[in-house]
């Protein structure tokens, strides 16, 4: 018999305790899956977020370590640059990376540092029960903003792709909606293409991936996955932000 | 080897280097600039990777990222940016990684001054992040010290997968001391844990989270254990001319230094003087205090700060009624003189 889907070798078999509909545990698949691909699961060390993903290192099968909430990019320059031959990659929320390790961020992105990031907006803080993110929307009501998130109260929500086009360190910022099969496939070219990016030394790359959380977002599965593609991306248009490869920069 | 001349930052950057470390990651802060300077150009003739990081948490973090590929790490600050690292240093222990961090202290609270201060005591000895973790406290009082301990610091980080602090002052980083460097390279343990790509081995993983009930406990009273064993073989001190005496000064760092002069003074006046210093700050020489302190009348504790060791010598001597204290908090030192007007006062 043939088998036509299967896990891949760098997933682990342990259930993973996500939300029904909830975006993690896609992407986490996907960057199993193009690891897998690559034969790169026994040359990987990944870098798990503080976020629904900290558990991360149960599902991956292959080196991962923990890090401070926002520290993940310092931690992995740290790895990279011991281990320089390794594909080293983040997995990060928007809290995580937007909110309290935006310098660390900004900074890894304008050192160049040859890592990649596959960053997760799902516009609330998932873990702590959907406070207000960087990424929220105006109008979004969270636990925080009951009555909607107000510019003149909250502020604005932060764009990272957009934020991070004008640093030289950067080959590669793209932006792709979770929402539907073209998507979830589109997000797996994205990731394979930091991977690639990465590997080729080119310098800092991140993906950034409009997710789904509808446990915070109140919603099913189902609206969670329509809302992404209705009102997210108003917010966070998808595209590819640069690409050193291409001149046509979306 | 021949001798070398060097400041607390070159000596200790030299040390780091000899012991085998090749990762190091700084902000620039006063009075240990020349640290980042240094090591910016020493480490990658050694083949290491220097990184001016955005900020001490990024760097302590870096730190975290080169210990967990397995690599001994350093970073070096003073007293604001050992106040950065704090969330580091707690992963660092929560995780079980060996990295060293050296505290160049300055006066605070707050931004202070850059002068050379003691007041990281608490901080350094009673954790100073969160959670219930400890770490070994190194305290040198000369250039040579500094780079004796931070070579130490490196083997000790390792042998007990924990992080290691020098807890040094703004004058031993600028003092300019004829220093004896130690020879060849270090042969490095292995790092069976450290996460290097899974080839030919199942996945590690490194964490502090522990989420099933009893596991944290479990975890912690492990990490417990290992604390012990710290305490029972890690624990170093000198004691001068302790032996019938009358009054017992005790002080640490270059503050120690400082005293010895005073004492030394005192005696040559026919005062019955002694000096004890810890040398490890965690673990603290208790019992070897606590036997001196026995055979005392009166103790001075001299410190530069409000008196923070001062809490460990009174935990020592299990309730001496004649704990007398002279401590300079701003950032002022005192001179040999000034400690001994206060030894003659007692
Ligand atoms: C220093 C610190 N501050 C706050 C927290 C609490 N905390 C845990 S996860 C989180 C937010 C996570 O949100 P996000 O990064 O968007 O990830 P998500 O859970 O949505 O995937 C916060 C604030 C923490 N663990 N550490
Ligand atoms: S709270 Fe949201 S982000 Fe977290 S697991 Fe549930 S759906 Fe996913």
Redesign the interface.
Same mark, same amino acid.
């Given at each position: 018999m043939k088998a036509l889907f299967t896990r891949p070798r760098s997933l682990t078999s342990n259930v993973m305790i996500y939300c029904p509909g909830c975006g993690h545990g896609l992407v986490h698949r996907l960057v199993a899956e193009v690891i897998d691909e690559l034969g790169l699961?026994? +040359?990987?060390?990944g870098?798990a977020p503080v976020g629904c993903a900290?558990?991360a290192?149960n599902y991956?099968?292959?080196?991962?370590? /923990?890090?401070?909430h926002g520290?993940p990019p310092?931690?992995?320059?740290?790895?990279? +640059?011991?281990?320089p031959d390794?594909l080293v990659f983040t997995y990060q929320g928007d809290g995580d990376l937007a909110a309290i390790g935006t310098? /660390?961020i900004?900074?890894a992105a304008a050192r160049g540092e040859k890592i990649s990031v596959i960053f997760v907006n799902n516009a609330v803080y998932g873990m702590t029960r959907g406070q207000m993110a960087p990424t929220t929307p105006l109008g979004l009501k969270t636990t925080t903003t009951p009555s909607g998130r107000d510019p003149d109260l909250h502020g604005y929500p932060i764009r990272v792709c957009e934020l991070l086009t004008s640093l030289e360190g950067v080959c590669y910022l793209e932006r792709v909606a979770v929402d539907s099969v073209p998507g979830i496939l589109k997000a797996r070219q994205a990731i394979r293409k930091t991977f690639t990016y990465q590997l080729e030394n080119r310098g800092f790359s991140l993906v950034e991936l409009l997710c789904s959380c509808p446990t915070n977002w109140k919603m099913t599965p189902s609206q969670a996955m329509k809302w992404i593609g209705q009102e997210m991306v108003k917010w966070f248009p998808p595209g590819v932000y640069k690409d050193v490869d291409s001149t046509n920069q979306g | 080897m021949k001798s070398l001349l060097l400041n607390g930052c070159e000596a200790a950057a030299e040390a780091a280097i000899a012991a085998g470390c090749?990762?190091y990651?700084g902000y620039p802060i006063t009075p240990q600039n020349r640290f980042p300077e240094y090591m910016s150009f020493r480490l990658p003739q050694s083949g290491g990777?220097f990184?001016q990081?955005?900020?001490e948490?990024?760097?302590i973090?870096?730190?975290?990222?080169?210990?967990?590929?397995?690599?001994r790490?350093l970073t070096s600050s003073s007293s604001p940016g050992i106040s950065l690292k704090q969330?580091?240093i707690s992963?660092l222990a929560g995780?079980e990684l060996p990295a060293v961090i050296i505290n160049m202290n300055r006066a605070g609270p707050g931004l202070g001054d850059v002068t050379p201060s003691q007041s990281d005591y608490f901080q350094s000895t009673r954790g100073g992040g969160h959670g219930d973790y400890r770490t070994i406290v190194l305290a040198p009082w000369s250039v040579q010290e500094i780079y004796d301990f931070t070579y130490l610091a490196f083997d000790l980080a390792d042998r007990y997968r924990n992080p290691v602090l020098i807890l040094s002052d703004g004058m031993v980083a600028q003092l300019l001391e004829p220093v004896h460097p130690r020879n060849g390279m270090k042969k490095l343990p292995q790092k069976k844990w450290a996460?290097?790509?899974?080839?030919?081995r199942k996945?590690?993983?490194?964490?502090?989270?522990f989420?099933t009930p009893g596991v944290l406990e479990t975890h912690n009273w492990k990490l417990a254990r290992k604390y012990e064993r710290m305490e029972k073989r890690e624990v170093r001190w000198e004691s001068y001319l302790c032996e019938k005496m009358e009054l017992l000064i005790v002080s640490f760092g270059i503050c120690a230094r400082i005293a010895r002069e005073a004492m030394e003074q005192a005696r040559r006046e026919g005062l019955r003087v002694g000096l004890f210093r810890p040398i490890t700050l965690w673990p603290f020489p208790y019992r070897q205090l606590k036997s001196c302190l026995e055979k005392v009348s009166k103790v001075l504790v001299v410190e530069l700060n409000l008196g923070q060791m001062l809490d460990d010598v009174k935990i020592a001597s299990g309730g001496h009624s004649r704990i007398f204290f002279y401590g300079r908090p701003g950032g002022g030192v005192p001179t040999p003189e000034e400690i001994l007007k206060e030894i003659k006062k007692k």
């Open positions: 699961r026994e +040359r990987t060390i870098v900290v558990l290192y991956w099968n292959f080196d991962v370590t /923990e890090a401070a520290r310092a931690v992995a320059t740290g790895i990279k +640059r011991v281990l390794r310098a /660390e900004i900074h | 090749r990762f990651a990777v990184l990081a955005e900020s948490l990024a760097a973090n870096m730190v975290f990222g080169a210990a967990a590929a397995g690599a790490a969330e580091g992963y995780c996460l290097t790509g899974c080839r030919g996945p590690n993983s490194i964490k502090s989270l989420l």
